[in-house]
């Protein structure tokens, strides 16, 4: 057990995920189910994301095709301390699309009994695939093809980036891309996101750029910070102006997982303050608040003419 683990008690990096409730897919994918699918399941409620574009909660596969990350952002709610290595040879595309819906199904198999079970037959059928469950996928070679892979089996994607591999953000087309983007300026994104490269930055405003050319629906997720990122509105609205996308998620840090051991739990902004934070935001780039959620503490910004956002 090196440091790190010791300091984070991290038994060691396999146990701890299965302690977590992830399950593995192939030789380096994994899945897990989120709150919301269980909640689904039952008829209790729905992730955000469904009454922003319609994804049924239910039938939504939250999964990575790898745990590496090339950050270590304080907000994650992940054990960012233990590095993943690579593997010695990485699964297709093929393989992770059947190896991650063979995981899924084992996963929900105990929510059969919920009382719902039409809604759990459906589970076991899901129609959309969440990429950005751990790690950052576009650290994957073959994210283009996976991409494809689950459309082919009917399945659309989200594909959830930190923006730092700007190749791959060009070469994939999912369903609709999110980017995430932690802080409004160079200095502020090298304290949260602890980068492993100087260069990320440069990186982050290519891929924004990028986004800017996608024909595809494009989303930029901001996590703010109370105390840390959640500053000049003005500065978010420069960089979000260079991708132009679909839309804006402004959303508040949740004190979770490991992120307790880096954040005081007053790092979490109320749903009033992410609400006025975003007013801001809208305001100096045109946008306008289209929707919110404020159990998630999520608000939701779009142009003006954008008539319909639900898939």
Known sequence: MNYKEQIFNIPDFETLLKKQGYRSAGNHSAVKTCLWLGRSVKG??????????????????????????????????????????????????????????????????????????????????????????????????????????????????????NGTNPEMVERINPTQLYMSLDAPDRETYNSVCSPRSSDYWENIKMSLEILGRKTERTAVRVTLIKGVNMFDPAGYARLLEMADPDFVELKAYMHLGFSRRRLPRDAMPSHDEVFSFAHKVA???????????????????????QESYLF
């Open 44 to 161: 209790e409620g729905s992730c955000y994301k469904s009454k922003f574009y319609g994804i049924n909660s239910h039938q939504c596969m939250q999964m990575t095709p790898t745990m590496m990350c090339n950050q270590k952002c304080l907000h994650c709610w992940r054990p960012v301390e233990v590095d993943v290595r690579p593997p010695e040879k990485w699964d297709s595309p093929v393989e992770i699309v059947g190896s991650a819906i063979k995981s899924h199904k084992k996963l929900i198999s105990g929510f059969g009994d919920s009382g719902k079970r039409e809604l759990w037959m459906q589970a076991n059928q899901p129609k959309h695939a969440a990429i950005s469950l751990a790690g950052e996928p576009t650290l994957y070679p073959y994210l283009p093809e996976l991409v494809d892979e689950f459309s082919r089996n009917g399945i659309t994607t989200f594909v959830v980036t």
């Open 283 to 305: 305001n100096e780039m045109g946008y306008e608040i289209i929707d919110d959620v404020e159990t998630s503490r999520v608000v939701l910004l779009s142009k003006s003419e």
